[in-house]
């Protein structure tokens, strides 16, 4: 049996390089997975940015690296990805063994379009073996393969498999280790005079395409059988129910709001026992500690910082629960059928959907992805539009101030609720405000360059339950990496700098001056009421010591920064405090929620007690004491947060896949201007319509 196993091959033998080859969603990533395991080696091939993943089994005592290839439709190189499948399998990679065996992985349901990538393999001189994946989905259809037929006709074994369940892996690890001993198979014979049959008004490559399909039709022949599968007519009926430019968009737009609407009710109860756990803890520790330096780091910058993140995990986890449901039954794949025609209104191609879909989980998967983009201009504006896609990493910002400030009432239905709504309109802006850039790009500095795009829809099926909880797994997974270490080592640097330098002195009289102030202002008359409640809770020990650790932030380190951009943020309705949370977030914008944390529950006293929510309403503007969050602000700052590129990682991929240092400048620039203009008029049309 197949197992993950040592770096060292056995018995003086080198190990076998296996190489898996597949056209792109065929399973061939969960078959490296089910044949290798993990963990696995990750680099980029030599001279390019294509990733290279490498995994290491042993297999009746002789180990086997085996590398998963890009997926690729053919072997005649158009984009760097299939470039690098090609040098791969004829041995030109540096640093890696010319392969012993290829394993071309086949889907079982669509044997036919497959095995045109398998007659190209056939004729490399290389040991092969072909792997039919999906083979219980092909059997549920109606599809009957006779295998050891099939495997005579190609000269190389063929092993159905199912790689989430390992039905077929042993065998096809024995499969390969006899392939590797063995010689290649013969290539295809006869293409010559199948081509032939081609006439003159066609092109080489369309000659050798009919040529190599023809074959394939003669070795399928008594291979595969068909039965009609029960319900087909009934999936017919709904695949034309959801690719319907009208029906399949209402559909498209309900199942979002359905997604959002309930990431909202269902995680409630487990977000307020999370929010009530870090504040039992917060207490216990200061109730451990003398107050002093070490409790209020512990507290209120370690504490305050990834608690207020930490919240978020159970919307992210329905979040993406929602999403791997959707991509395994095969919705999705509808939705990019629906997609493709907006992506050509705006001058795109068909294929900038996926990376771009990528992009709604983390930009830099989606840009990568842009590599099967064979048109370098396309490739180019997908880059630039996917960091306007909503990651995951704003989601936690769109739900804080959502559920904080927008008023949670039904519109229209009692399960649709407001803040779902604005949740939606927030990925949706992202989206729109994608087209608009992309159609201004291709009608200026771009150009128009419409390619052709085929996409085949894939079988319904049931999500496997072990697939979408290990899809929430890693994603919750990588969001506590994130909260136990970027964010909680910003919030520590954010505390330092908002508490040091600490100047008691400066301190008593800045809180002097204060008092002055409003003691002028009484005197003076007009409207003392709100002069002389502030003046009475400076005489509170509460209010005095609230008043103190304001005016300690404000001679911070981090406060003289936070009043220095403060005239770039007060159009925007934000307060110094908010501007320094974005400029520290700016590494990553997950880290706000953890700097907000820090700076609002060091500032605002007894009013701030509870969860990050409860201290925004209770923070007030330093020199008016009026509330500094309101809804228009609330507006105001996600909206910056959906258009802006507020991600080093993702400025650093942005280079290195277009090769150039220019095109993350402007990203970063571009970006960050727009959504400074977009925040500003966000904020000035809800403050005119609500009030600020």
Known sequence: MASPASSVAGAGETALTVVLVGNPNVGKSSLFTALAGVP????????????????????????IDLVDLPGVYGLVPRSPDEQAAVDALAGRVPGMAPPDCAVVVADATNLERNLYLASQVLGLGVPVVVALTQSDVATAEGITIDHALLAARLGCPVVPVVAPTRHGIPALASAIVA???????????????????????????????????????????GVVTRRPPAGAAATRRI???????????????????????SIYWLAAPLMDGIEAGVAALGGAVRGLLPEGPIASLLVDGIL??????????????????????????????????????????????????????????????????????????????????????????????????CGAFVPDRAVGLPFIRLPALVLLGLYALGVVVAAAVAWLLTQTVLGRSRQPFVMELPRWR????????????????????????????VSVVIWALTTYPRDEAAIDAEVAARRGALERRIAA????????????????????????????????????????????????????????????????????????????????????????AARLHAATWDDTGRPVFTLPVALSIMVFFALCAQCASTLVVIGRETGSAVWPVVSFLSMTLLAWVAAWLTFTVASGLVGG
């Not at 911070?556 to 007060?570: D, I, Q, T």
């Not at 110094?576 to 706000?592: D, H, K, M, N, T």
Request: glycine letters at 12%.
């Open 179 to 221: 392939a590797a001993a063995g010689p290649a198979p013969s290539p295809p014979g006869g293409l010559e005079a199948l081509a032939s049959t081609a006439g003159p008004e066609h092109s080489p490559a369309a000659r050798e395409a009919i040529a190599r399909y023809a074959w394939i039709e003669r070795q399928l022949v």
């Open 304 to 401: 305050a910082g990834a608690g207020s993140v930490v919240v978020f995990v159970p919307q992210i986890a329905l979040l993406f629960a929602f999403v791997a449901l959707l991509e395994s039954s095969g919705y999705l794949a509808r939705a990019a059928f629906l997609m493709d025609r907006l992506l050509a209104g705006v001058g795109l191609s068909g294929r900038s959907f996926i990376p771009l879909l990528s992009s709604f989980a983390c930009a830099i998967p989606g840009i990568m992805a842009t590599r099967s983009i064979e048109n370098r201009r396309d490739r180019l504006l997908t880059i630039m539009l996917a960091p306007l896609m909503s990651c995951s990493a704003r989601l936690p910002v769109y739900l804080l101030f």
């Open 239 to 261: 695949d034309e129910l959801l690719t319907h430019p009208l029906s399949g968009t209402l559909a498209f737009v309900l199942a979002m709001l359905a997604m959002f609407s």
């Open 525 to 612: 008359g007009g409207e003392p009421a709100a002069p002389a409640a502030e003046l009475a809770r400076l005489d509170t020990p509460a209010g005095l010591a609230a008043a103190r650790r304001g005016a300690a932030q404000r001679q911070s380190f981090l406060g003289r920064a936070g009043r220095l951009v403060e005239p770039l943020v007060r159009p925007l309705g934000w307060d110094w405090r908010i501007g320094c949370a974005v400029l520290a977030s700016f590494p990553a914008r997950e880290v706000v929620l953890g700097t907000l944390g820090v700076l609002y529950d060091l500032g605002d006293g007894d009013d701030a007690e509870g969860g990050l």
């Open 462 to 489: 049931w999500p496997l339950p072990g697939v979408v909880l290990r899809r929430v797994a890693e994603a919750a997974g990588s969001f506590l990496h994130n909260a136990g270490t970027l964010i909680m080592a």
């Open 40 to 63: 696995t080696r990750v680099g980029n091939y030599p001279g390019v940015t294509v990733e290279r993943k490498v995994g290491r089994f042993t297999h009746g005592g002789r180990a």
